[in-house]
């Protein structure tokens, strides 16, 4: 998948299509096992952390553009825990040039990241590439 990362209208960051990604396409990003007391020591790193790997104790830290994919009720991404510390990003629908990558977190992560003492859309704009 061929992205580019940029400033949204209202949620920081986010990753754009800069071709075509037909239905169906895959994207591997691969990451590493933190134990979520560990990611709870440095909240921020949780803007980053997939809580879906195979353990409750545990949570996968992807450092990749897929770490910056922000949230929609109706996503043009899912994405599943793989072996080896990988997750796999599948494209739902065409997605268009310029248009934004979503997945939908399954949570509402701007509570959380509040309850934690983050504003993620301050961050986001503070925060250079």
Request: proline fraction near 2%; hydrophobic fraction near 40%.
């Amino acid at each position: 998948m061929k992205v580019e990362i940029k400033q949204t209208k209202d949620k920081g960051r986010g990753v754009f299509a800069c071709a075509l990604i037909r239905k169906d396409s895959r994207h591997l990003s691969h990451g590493i096992v933190l134990a979520k007391e560990e990611l709870n020591k440095v909240p921020i790193l949780w803007t980053y952390a997939f809580a879906v790997y195979h353990s409750k104790k545990d949570a996968l830290l992807v450092l990749d553009w897929t770490s910056l994919l922000n949230d929609a009720m109706s996503p043009n991404l899912a994405f599943f825990a793989r072996r080896n510390n990988q997750v796999e990003f599948v494209a739902l629908r065409d997605i268009q040039p310029g248009e934004e990558l979503t997945i939908h977190y399954g949570y509402d992560v701007y509570r959380h990241a509040k309850a934690k003492g983050i504003n993620i859309i301050e961050w986001n704009k503070k925060t250079t590439l």
